[in-house]
């Protein structure tokens, strides 16, 4: 896509000085950004650091404290996301806010519905939203309750919602963080056709590689401030980070691999392994071992059946085939308390769903599954409590004012870590967890993810389910790749680069044709 | 997924089901259980009770509640009686005006003052019940035989009741909105997830607000029915209304929680209930049992409260199915 050179477009937005407090605390203190027409721009910046905050301060849903907002020349102020929806402006917030009780043809047509004689037509509705997910190749039954559907074809169904409403300004935090690199592909498409339709695009995510393959230019906040912003092309990826934390460029250079060295020798005998687990049509036969200290990577697409075989692993749901076995005894349970009891924690993709209760403290959250073992006589141990908290807060850098801070209010990303503290704080022998890093910043995620070894090596297994290839091929130990529920392929992590893996996601096997279980 | 849609059916339709299997056993069992009398009495009777249930069912949609329905059905069946003399209109806007603003002044407590709906709907129960004795004086109000307007709640389109007619319409009027148009979907949004809905860009305070002023206005119109179907304003009529319409719309299908009902079959809801009543009579009359009003009072209540937990538990099947 060629691009005039700057200026040519005009301005289509700009947010100048924007601040806004919560309870007294800044969230925002001098923030702005500008956008023009047709442009496609990164909003980039730590967990915290306040993005969430300034879109939905554009969008009404919150009120600014002091600053400006022009849209189109004009002043905009706007009270509701309603008003901003009407005025062109559309979004897909970090959370995934749908309804998932209602029908998926409501969920992308509210707002916008099509009459015929004044009443509703639920013919035409039903083909608008069929129309809106054919673009981004997904086929399924619009009359379905959404809840029915996994998380990437629910933000999926959030994209088409917002593209529906033929905006002036689409604007999508975090988008790709719950999609696998085929549906970003897809997506990304579909951002270019907006953008020759002159529609601009306001993008926030943290893989950082993404924003070179679709932005122009890119704003960097730093808690609450706008520290910079630039025209893609013009900074480097190293900058970019160092911009983010707040740090200089050599200071960040050394942070690259993340996981930190792999020690064979600390892995273990075979502590948990499947053979031929089958659930419908979902998982139909997936085998594999987990060792002691061993990290087990689970690649594959979206529908590869690597979620439902966790959640069979975790009792969440029945096996209709297949044996387990835990600790060398056969292990088949009924129910998730089963698999906890077996020394098993289970850290989910749908934070939101299953996760997080948003309206109790960090520390509540932090230690809800570990109360019976920090209580004496059935009352709390407040002092080991706190000791517990606070060494996850530390550890896991989680930005909140502290332990009693509501996780509601939480950023989406300080929301994930509390979700992945409370399953560390259990000490289990074996963690499963489903996309560990999502909507993790690029230097927490070194982090958690050092801190996964550290774990591994002290003898946890950890079975790691990610869309982000990178993330399986450095951090696993071994990958096993599915496919349309099977398992099609196991490398071990030395003999494994993103082309095996990649071929055998979509193919059935590796190029190498390694070892086939 | 198909257990899911099972126990969804079942959700759903599950009423039809047991209004059928009532039904029939009542039939078997009482000679004049079908008779016409009777099935025009017990749709005559219970149509006040079918608006009530429809202002409940679409409060209840949302994800709120209105306690007030009776104590409003009161204060509307005394306003319509005052007004009742200058003619059917003049009492009919009365009793409805008086359900209206009840059901404003609920929607504004919700929707403005931010107020928990079972709080503010409490409070307005208590004000409305107090004003109905205050407008009757402390005793019923008769109303006026003259003017025509006992019509309203004893007349006949050829052989069908009125009042029984006027709650057919509501309930299309009803089905048609919840089915059919903007705010309906919205209605069933919001319960499904308010915060979502706001963000979605849907006028939640609004909506929320219209469903309040409708419930009031419903209750206001059974009010109507009540004062022109017994003849007299009664201001301490419409105890447990409530608990009679918050079971019908459960037993209807519709989630407590909200973000999933119908309409028809809260309807269905209320036949099932009233039906149910309605054979407890005849159980009375036929000697083999025999029962104060006071036990058939007990009866009702355990009836509403084994409904509602049943629905309780499918619910959690439902959501956890999904
Ligand atoms: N409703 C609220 N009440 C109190 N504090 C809040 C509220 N919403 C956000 N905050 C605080 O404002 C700050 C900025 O949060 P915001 O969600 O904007 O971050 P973010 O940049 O989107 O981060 P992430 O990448 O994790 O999504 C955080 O410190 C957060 O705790
Ligand atoms: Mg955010």
């Keep these: ?517 | 997924m198909n257990r899911a849609r099972l126990v969804r059916i079942i959700g759903t339709y599950g009423v039809l089901i047991a209004l059928a299997a009532l039904i029939l056993f009542g039939f078997l069992r009482y000679d004049r259980f079908l008779s016409f009398y009777n099935v025009m009495t017990l749709l005559r009777y219970n149509s006040m009770f079918a608006l009530v249930a429809l202002g409940m069912c679409f409060v209840i949609m949302t994800g709120g509640i209105d306690l007030s329905v009776g104590s409003v059905a009161a204060l509307g069946s005394v306003a319509s009686a005052l007004a009742s003399p200058y003619g059917i209109v003049p009492g009919l806007a009365a009793g409805i005006g008086a359900g209206l603003a009840a059901g404003l002044i609920n929607a504004t407590l919700v929707t403005r003052a931010n107020l928990m709906p079972f709080i503010a709907t409490l409070a307005t129960m208590q004000a409305a019940s107090g004003s109905a004795l205050l407008l009757a004086g402390n005793q019923t109000v008769s109303v006026s035989y003259e003017s025509g307007f006992t019509a309203i709640g004893q007349g006949n389109f050829w052989t069908f009741p009125i009042p029984a007619a006027i709650a057919v319409v509501a309930y299309l009027i009803g089905s048609l909105v919840l089915n059919y148009t903007g705010t309906g979907r919205a209605v069933l949004a919001i319960g499904g997830g308010e915060d979502a809905s706001r963000l979605m860009g849907l006028r939640t305070d609004r909506v929320k607000f219209l469903v309040y002023v409708a419930s009031g206005g419903l209750a206001g119109l059974a009010g109507v029915i009540l004062a022109s179907q017994f003849g007299a304003g009664q201001p301490i009529e419409g105890v447990g209304w409530e608990l009679f319409a918050i079971a019908a719309v459960v037993v209807g299908g519709t989630l407590l929680t909200g973000g999933s009902g119908s309409v028809v079959t809260t309807l269905a809801g209320v036949l099932l209930l009233g039906i149910l009543f309605n054979v407890l009579n005849f159980e009375n009359g036929m000697g083999w049992i025999s029962l104060s009003a006071y036990w058939q009072s007990v009866i009702r209540g355990l009836f509403l409260l084994v409904v509602v937990l049943l629905q309780a538990r499918l619910t959690r099947r439902r959501l956890n199915a999904l």
Aim: aromatic content about 4%.
């Design chain 1, 1 to 517: 896509m060629t691009r005039p050179p700057d200026g040519l477009f005009p301005l289509l937005l700009e947010m100048r000085d924007i601040q806004k407090r919560f309870a007294g605390i800044p969230a925002l203190a001098d923030a702005s950004l500008s956008v023009r027409s047709g442009e496609v721009h990164a909003l980039i910046g730590q967990n915290g650091a306040g993005k969430s905050t300034l879109i939905k301060v554009l969008t009404g849903y919150h009120r600014k404290d002091a600053g400006q907002v022009l849209f189109e020349g004009e002043p905009f102020e706007v009270h509701s996301p309603h008003q901003a929806q009407v005025n062109g402006i559309s979004t897909i917030y970090q959370e995934i806010n749908l309804v998932p009780l209602r029908s998926v043809t409501e969920n992308i047509c509210l707002g916008r519905e099509q009459r015929r004689y004044g009443l509703l037509d639920w013919n035409a509705m039903h083909a608008e939203a069929e129309r809106l997910l054919s673009r981004f190749a997904i086929g399924i039954d619009v009359r379905r309750p959404l809840g029915e559907f996994n998380t990437a074809t629910q933000q999926m169904v959030a994209i088409a919602r917002a593209i529906g409403f033929s905006a002036r300004l689409v604007i999508m935090d975090e988008p790709t963080s719950s999609l696998d690199e085929r549906e970003v592909g897809v997506l990304f498409s579909v951002i270019h056709q907006l953008k020759a339709e002159g529609v601009s695009v306001i993008f926030v995510s943290h893989k950082l590689d993404e924003l070179y393959e679709v932005c122009d230019q890119v704003t960097i906040m730093r808690d609450g401030r706008t520290v910079r912003s630039a025209a893609m092309k013009e900074i480097g990826k190293l900058e970019l980070v160092a911009a983010m934390l707040g740090r200089d460029v050599a200071a960040v250079e050394g942070h690259a691999t993340a996981f930190g060295e792999r020690d064979r020798s600390r892995i273990g005998d075979v502590m948990f392994s499947a053979r031929g687990l089958g659930a419908g049509q979902a998982v139909r036969n997936v085998s594999f071992d987990l060792r002691r200290g061993e990290i087990a990577g689970f690649a594959g697409l979206l529908g590869a059946g690597r979620t439902e075989t966790a959640r069979l692993v975790f009792g969440a749901d029945r096996p209709s085939a297949g044996q387990m076995t835990m600790e060398g005894a056969a292990y088949h349970p009924d129910r998730p308390a089963d698999a906890i009891a077996a020394g098993m924690g289970f850290c989910t993709e749908d934070r939101k769903g299953e996760g997080i209760v948003p309206e109790m403290t960090v520390a509540e959250n932090l230690t809800l599954a570990l109360l019976p073992k920090i209580s004496r006589n059935g009352v709390l141990d407040d002092s080991r409590q706190r000791e517990i908290v606070e060494r996850f807060i530390r550890e896991l850098g989680i930005k909140c004012s502290g332990p009693n801070q509501k996780v509601r209010e939480l950023s989406g990303g300080n929301q994930q870590k509390v979700l992945l503290a409370r399953w560390l704080a259990m000490n289990p022998k074996l963690l499963i967890l489903d996309e560990p890093t999502r909507g993790i910043d690029v230097g927490a995620k070194g982090e958690i993810q050092r801190l996964i070894r550290r774990l591994a090596d002290q003898g946890l297994g950890v079975l790691m389910i990610s869309s982000e290839l990178e993330e399986v091929i450095e951090g696993a130990d071994r990958i096993f790749v599915l496919r349309d529920g099977v398992s099609v392929t196991e490398l071990e992590a030395e003999a494994a680069n993103e082309e095996k893996v990649l071929t055998a996601m979509a193919h059935g096997t590796s190029a190498s044709s390694e070892v086939t279980t």
